[in-house]
């Protein structure tokens, strides 16, 4: 049985895989075969359980009985006669396990030298058309299980349309394991059991059954009894039927299955599609609010520190456009959950996020069979709750790098200073001047720098200096705060792309990988 516990174990995985994504009665099903034939290939595929099944009255325990050549099972003329399924098994002791399984407590051991016939069980079903349900339902689960299905029909009614089109047609994939026996041919005529036998292949055959071989018995007789032991026992010592009949369940199953999974290839993820939901989450998130906080909040800390100290000092009276956000501070190293104080999306911006998510799935779930398609749309909203939080996250936790880049600033507040200094120094020698001129004290020696009083040079010239200073550093502090504005941008973005590949794309490439994994395994198990 090699390939086999691979093919069950793989329809299995399929059927796992397909759960919630295709049709459920079709998943069912295929998870049912698969469990039962991972059940059958656990007991020993030495055995083989052969049924004998069909309407009530066609002679299904009268058949057993001469099979057997025991009086073991109730035959009779009142309908219907058998209840519980009876299991005739030839062998050295009774495969417990096996029979448990099949749910058959009546068992009876076929004495050992009747026959060197070994490893079967034969069983006697009750009627498939039965007015009692539970017959019925024994019936359909064994027929389930089996590994070969004997069809008991009788002269009036082989071409019955409930066993036809309720097991027979059904079972198609399953006629090399079964064979019809026409019943009661001590009733008919040679030429009555040639026509009939004529009419039930023809039949056999347009239901695709032609593989299905057909005998005539008569259990009264034992007429044709021998030819239809010898074909159950040709297929017990082939050891082949078990393995036979689960292989066709697989395959009726994958049949069955294979259409839900699709012929499309996997969907790839288009760049333009995440671009579009990076964009949209980044607006979202208020991505550009800080962006111009970075700018706001460079220009004036830019200025203050390499403003005209004089003026400066305005600078310091308006709120820090960064600060207000909670944003771009040295934080607590294990700050667990850091938060800004950005405001939330407007509608519009959720409006787009919304339509960028669907847009995402949709694109994601092109060619996918329906069930799957709406599992990725799915998988694409599914953490749509949670993004406004992550996006504050991931932007309260982004490097905006701030800090860097302002050291020159620290030069040039130390030269301001200076140039204070030099101010200060020359409006106080000016007013020692003054001060010794109204005292009418002797005025100190004269100074002269480049044709001009050294008092005015300092203080005019300070003065002078720092504000043309000031003027170059707003200069520098502009372009600085447009390179800050773009590598807070290229941050955000970084940050918020990650979000939306964690929480949107992530379980979107899951659903992908998952119809991938289901596609894989149904062809395995075909
Ligand atoms: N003449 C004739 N009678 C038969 C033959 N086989 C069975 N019978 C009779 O048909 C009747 C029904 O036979 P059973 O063997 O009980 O039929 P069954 O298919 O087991 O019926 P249920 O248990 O009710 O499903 C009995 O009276 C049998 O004697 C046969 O080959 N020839
Ligand atoms: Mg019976």
Redesign the pocket.
Known sequence: MTGLAERVAALGEAARLSAGRADDEVVARAAKVAANASSRLAFSGDWTVVALA????????????AITGTQY?????R????AQTMAAVWGSEVPTALLDWLAVTRRQLIPAPKSDVTNLVLL????HD?TAEA?RLQVDRLVELVDMLVW?V?PQKYADAALHESYLIPLAGHAAVMIVAL?????LSDEEVQRCMGDLRRLLDAEGLAASATVA?????GQGVPELGRRILAAVREKQTAAKRLAADISRAVAELEPQLGTSDVPELERKVGRRLTDSLVAAAGGEVVVDAVGRAWRLRGAYATGWPMLSWIAKLRADPLRRLRLGEKRAELDPAPRTSLPGAAPVQTAQVDMAVRALGEQAATGLPRGWADAVKEAARSNRALLPGRLDAAIAGTDLQFERGQSWWTVVRVLQWLLIVAVVAGLGWLAVDFLLLYLQLPALPGVTWWGFPAQTVLAVGGALAGIVLAGVCRIGVELGARRKRVRARTAIRRSVATVASTEIVAPVTAELDRYQRARDAIRKAR
């Open positions: 069909g309407a009530t009255g066609s002679g299904k325990s009268s058949l057993f009985n099972a109730q035959t009779g003329v309908r219907p006669t058998t006697d079903l009750p009627d039965s017959h008991v009788d019943n009661q041919i001590d009733r018995v008569s259990a009264e007789t």
